[in-house]
């Protein structure tokens, strides 16, 4: 099966046509109202068998997985999941400007570690895949971590096209796998959330399985740990984790009903073009470029049916 890839690029150069009026001044879109108008063709559900609910004390956080990129963590995070290892555990760090992660914050001690249940003890690295049969939409602009990035399956990522690799890129909101020095050292039990600036310098050394699509706001204003690495000192620091369960195994009636606008869409290009050349009056001097990780995906909740 040969690589499919759509170019952003024709998309873009055909967004930036925008309609004239009959006095030549084009017709100006922000990407808000580009995504508000978006048709329901172009959104897509969520996968309840790759959707976990983090609940906290303030609220709850939805997380997409990404089994493309990381099969085996995905399917340990998944039993982890169902068998309510996270629950009643915490998050145990907060970094300024990194990170936040959560687990079993004995789990390094094999005394007093919390059982893994029937997951496995021993994963691959997972830090890249082969890209030949991976649906990439890709960003015109140059990137310096990568020689090609867009969206693979609707994760931003990086592409090598010559090597014939593609991985998942370390933005706002990524979820990781915790790991020793050993590459394959992670299991999916110890995760992180990606809180603060992008850390792009992880692209390809970190097995990322997955992304917040919604409470990050709960996340980013967790109280910071103290330095250098953001690990509370007192238990009594840690925000507690309610639970952590699998959409699936959520009853319907209690699941969140959300979509994500697919990115191989015209609405999803047409937006991303709006925010690479801002034309509205604050804006004196559009860009013409964006970085990857400042690339939003649009999530809605998703319409009632009739």
Known sequence: MRLRTTSLAFCLALA?????????????????EIVDAAPDTDWRDLDPANTLYMELP????????????????????????????????????????FVVQ??????????????????????????????????????????????????ADGFPAGRDPQAGKAWLAHCYGALGAGRNLDADSSLGAELYVVTGQSPRQLDRNITLVGRVVKGMELLSVIPRGPEPMGFYENAEERTPIVSIRLASDVPAAERTPLQLLRTDTRS???????????????????SGHIDLCNVPLPVRVTPARH
């Open 16 to 32: 930036t046509a925008a309609p004239v009026l009959a006095d030549d001044a084009p017709v100006y879109r922000s990407a808000q």
């Open 58 to 97: 303030g609220g709850r956080v939805i997380i997409e997985l990404a089994p493309e990129f990381a099969p085996e963590h995905a399917g340990n995070i998944r039993t982890l999941a169902h068998e309510h290892f996270w629950d009643g555990t915490s998050i145990y760090r907060s970094q300024d400007n």
């Open 102 to 151: 959560f687990g079993d914050p004995d789990g390094e001690d094999p005394a007093t570690a919390k059982s893994l249940g029937s997951a496995k003890t021993h994963l691959p690295a997972e830090f890249e895949r082969a890209s030949d049969r991976l649906h990439f939409d890709a960003l015109p602009d140059v990137d310096g971590w990568a020689s090609q990035v867009g969206f």
């Open 268 to 286: 999803f290009h047409d937006a991303t073009e709006a925010r690479r050349n801002r034309r509205d009056a604050f804006y004196k001097r559009p």
